[in-house]
């Protein structure tokens, strides 16, 4: 009886000891995604690549950590209903690392490069990916549905200015380190992953060697339209006659081969960043704000609107151009996507160049800003009640730009 009476007062003790490891951060421990929402400068990879479509340095795998979470992921929440959408930086191993989520998958997983069909296996540190994914076995964790990586340039070195630590690929300009530039030479083929700055210049998160020629690629918005194409910052982009240039404002990624300084292209990729493969409810996004004003704002060409007190950060005002932000989102039943909370990350690049601030994603930018948590639905505040939003579905949604010969099949 006193061994029983003394067990039965030690329960209350053990359970205390437990509730203050988790929320003292230790429960989060298992979890190494926690804080890796960046890298802290562009990732190098400048040995030549095995592939025309991706890296030369993959993750590999099927992307589980050691400690035996993996499987299918289940772990309740919102199956069949609408899944989450996260767009990011893969920041970190175990599996991968996106803002600050786990994201397990499997080699079988499917995974697209640039509207290509690619192995789980082609994942990098560094790239951008769109993620469609669901809950699995915590509020920071998820397992991928389908994964897709968006590249900003791919093609070959025009100009370089050590001196500047620019270089230019497609009329783009390109920022690096000095290191980088000393191992780049006029002519050499990049594959670069990376964010546009208002101003048109590519903040780079990855750069890798790009083997054989065509195929090059180009993100990024439609301007300067013209009856026979467009151009994307100072490239120009030409279709062939018959074929309807997207419109001018509109994101896309276009793929083609170079002739005489023209890009002729063969498929033109319309708002690439939310091609989810499902319908989602909810979005997790960090990136760059080319433009905030009223009540509209646009993350790396994703436009959005906001609710009232959004902004965390001094004062609440919403972010300036050129800054990095991360947002929690919901799909509006109109189809629009409504800002939810705003996250600052880093401030804009100062006026007359530099590398641009980043932070590995372990430290806040302002004191008092703790890391950013995106919840699972199951976890979303309940004060706020609104009708389900389902984002309609949006397949890799390639545009032929072939013309269409009457007559033929």
Known sequence: MTRSRESERAWPGALLLLAALVFS?????ANPCIGKRWVAGPVLALAEAKTPSGDDEGI????????GIGGTGHGGGEEGIGGTGIIGVIAGYGSICVNGQRIQYDSDTPTHVDGL??????????????????????????????????????GPVEQLNIGAGTLRILGQTLRLPEEAMRSIHIGDRLLVSGNRQP?????????????????ERITGP?????ENGFHIGEQEIRVPAGARPPRAGVEVQVRGRLSRGVLLADTVRVDPATAFVRPIRTLNL???????????LNVDGIAMTWLPGVFDGEAGAPPEPGSRIQVSARMAPDGRIVAERVYPETPARPVGGGIHPSSPGDKPMQPGIEPFMVP??????????????????????????????????
């Open 60 to 67: 590999g795998g099927t992307g589980h950590g050691g400690d």
């Open 222 to 226: 439609v301007g300067g339209l013209s």
């Open 25 to 29: 951060g230790a429960g989060f421990a």
């Open 286 to 296: 960090q990136g760059y704000v080319r433009e905030a004003s009223g009540h509209a």
């Open 199 to 215: 101003d048109g210049e590519i903040v780079a998160t990855r750069v890798a060697r790009l083997r054989g020629g065509g195929g």
């Open 117 to 154: 069909a690619a192995r789980a296996g082609e994942l990098a540190l560094g790239q951008i990916v769109t993620v469609t994914a669901r809950p699995a076995a915590d509020e920071h964790t998820y397992q991928a549905e389908a994964i897709s990586v968006l590249h900003a340039l791919a």
């Open 376 to 409: 699972h639905p199951d976890f979303q505040r309940p004060e706020i009640m609104r009708p389900e939003a389902i984002r309609p579905f949006l397949p890799m949604r390639d545009i032929p730009v072939h013309p269409v010969h009457p007559g033929r099949p």
